[in-house]
């Protein structure tokens, strides 16, 4: 079977762009709206249809994205009343693209193999920027052969996409990524917290950071909040990687591995939240610290 028509549900920051990259290439594409309008109206100008359901939406489509906040968000979606479990079709394709937990991914891909359907785990990498152009990056865990059925589609939006092995292992991948990118931004936000205290020249670390071994593109991107105070260069939410570093402490928990820099690092992002920051993007946990420290980010 070639997917010719392809439902997005979950039309975001990343959503957008993966939904405008595959109207690109050609497949047909059908949306289901959520509480913004604007990137759906978006999508629709560019030929996307519009379903008023998932019931719907899997009646019109071969294969389902998912691109929503979590393991709640998507177990609600597969296993709801009106969801797709209850409206599957033989041969229909989920592939998940939100970060999930990889004991549910499991489980759902069980469920969705007993009815005839298959689940697969396809998270991502990288930024709104990089899915608008097309060039996000995927782990991709499950069937070998289904995996090679979507591949037109997902190359559509991303142009690295690696196998991880079994459903669930890329999900695992995905948040042992993350854990390693959000610590990366809380270490360099401490740094760049102390630096300020300090007096120190920002465009003279700067420098000096990236041009040496403590380089991190982290710290290149939070780096932008004492220049120039612009967080736009990390545009995923404080709350959404709490969400994900307890994901994280989670899987470790239940192999069971002990991760002491995790759980620091995760309260770290606990603490932004409950401070106020939860909605604004991770650059800003520099604007927390500096708070804590009484100082003000020079822009």
Same mark, same amino acid.
């Given at each position: 079977?070639? +997917? ?13 762009? +993966?939904?405008?990259?595959?109207? @690109?290439?050609? *497949? ?31 009646? #019109? ?10 393991? $709640? ?31 549910? %991914?499991? #489980? ?6 007993? /009815?005839? !359907?298959? *689940? ?7 930024? $709104?920027?990089? @899915? ?12 070998? @052969?289904?995996?090679?059925? +979507?591949?037109?589609? /997902? ?21 042992? &990524?993350?854990? =390693?990118? =959000? ?7 401490? #740094? ?12 003279? /670390? &700067? ?28 545009? *995923?939410?404080?709350? &959404? ?9 989670? !899987?470790?928990?239940? !192999?069971?591995? @002990?991760? *002491? ?12 939240? %409950? ?9 800003? =946990? ?5 708070? &804590? ?7």
């Amino acid at each position: 079977m070639s +997917i010719k028509t392809v439902g997005l549900i979950g039309v975001g920051l990343m959503g957008h762009g +993966i939904g405008k990259n595959i109207l @690109a290439k050609g *497949f047909k594409l059908n949306v289901l709206a959520h509480k913004n309008r604007v990137p759906i109206e978006s999508l629709l100008g560019q030929g996307a249809v519009e379903a008023k359901s998932i019931a719907d939406l899997v009646k #019109a489509s071969d294969m389902l994205i998912l691109v929503v906040t979590g393991s $709640p968000q998507v177990e609600a979606i597969m296993r709801g009343p009106d969801g797709v479990l209850a409206h599957g079709k033989k041969g229909l394709i989920i592939a998940d693209c939100s970060t999930a937990e990889p004991h549910s %991914t499991i #489980a759902l891909a069980g469920e969705a193999t007993a /009815l005839t !359907m298959h *689940f697969v785990d396809t998270p991502m990498t990288r930024t $709104p920027k990089e @899915a608008d152009a097309g060039k996000l990056g995927l782990m991709v865990g499950g069937d070998v @052969a289904v995996l090679d059925m +979507i591949h037109p589609v /997902l190359s559509a939006f991303a142009d690295l996409i690696v196998p991880t092995g079994a459903v669930g292992t890329a999900h695992q991948v995905k948040l042992i &990524n993350n854990f =390693l990118s =959000l610590a990366h931004a809380a270490v360099a936000a401490e #740094a760049i917290t102390v630096a300020a205290k300090a007096g120190v020249d920002m465009e003279a /670390l &700067n420098k000096i950071i990236m041009g040496g071994g403590a380089a991190s593109m982290m710290f290149g991107r939070l780096i932008n909040v004492p220049l120039h105070d612009d967080d736009s260069h990390a545009k *995923f939410t404080i709350r &959404n990687a709490r969400k994900d570093l307890r994901y994280y402490t989670n !899987m470790t928990e239940q !192999m069971p591995v @002990a991760s *002491f820099l995790a759980e620091q690092v995760h309260q770290t992002y606990v603490l932004a939240d %409950t401070l106020g920051f939860g909605e604004r993007y991770v650059p800003r =946990l520099i604007t927390m610290m500096m708070a &804590n420290a009484g100082i003000k980010p020079k822009a």
